[in-house]
């Protein structure tokens, strides 16, 4: 259908299903729908059982999984969360994302690039300016 899956919850024991999706351009409430019935479609034929099924966007604060969407938010506001801490005990930077090698990311902490070691993100995700 042309949108990027990027990230699915189950929680309740499998009673709710979230989907989060995008695309470039964003996503509508009508593009949210029209996922929402083919997966119950599709669900429904795998004979999956769930109660309830929301389908929405990731929002502004969207969370960032791997190499690709580093690249494609470069110059962007994020937050990463490292497993283990840095020399100095820091496992949170927040910053904008900058140059992606393959191995690492380097994120600009107040003008200052630092590298992370990108098998060492726990998580990371869009930080929008309000």
Same mark, same amino acid.
């Given at each position: 259908?042309?949108?990027?899956?990027? @990230?699915?919850?189950?929680?309740?024991?499998?009673?709710?299903?979230?989907?989060?999706?995008?695309?470039? /351009? /964003?996503?509508?409430? &009508? %593009?949210?729908? &029209?996922?929402?019935?083919?997966?119950?479609?599709?669900?429904?034929?795998?004979?999956?059982? =769930?109660?309830?099924?929301?389908?929405?966007?990731?929002? @502004? %604060?969207?969370?960032?999984?791997?190499?690709?969407? =580093? @690249?494609?938010?470069?110059?962007?506001?994020?937050?990463?969360?490292?497993?283990?801490?840095?020399?100095?005990?820091?496992?949170?930077?927040? /910053?904008?994302?900058?140059?992606?090698?393959?191995?690492?990311?380097?994120?600009?902490?107040?003008?200052?690039?630092?590298?992370?070691?990108?098998? %060492?993100? &726990?998580?990371?995700?869009?930080?929008? &300016?309000?």
């Amino acid at each position: 259908m042309g949108f990027e899956p990027v @990230l699915t919850q189950v929680s309740n024991q499998g009673k709710l299903v979230r989907v989060f999706i995008d695309r470039a /351009g /964003g996503v509508t409430v &009508d %593009d949210c729908a &029209d996922v929402s019935r083919h997966l119950e479609r599709l669900l429904a034929v795998e004979g999956v059982s =769930y109660d309830r099924m929301e389908v929405s966007s990731p929002g @502004l %604060d969207r969370p960032l999984r791997g190499v690709r969407d =580093y @690249l494609r938010f470069a110059g962007q506001k994020a937050e990463v969360r490292m497993r283990t801490p840095n020399e100095k005990g820091q496992r949170r930077f927040v /910053g904008l994302l900058g140059e992606v090698r393959p191995t690492a990311l380097t994120i600009l902490v107040e003008g200052k690039p630092i590298a992370l070691d990108l098998n %060492d993100i &726990d998580r990371a995700k869009l930080a929008p &300016d309000f």
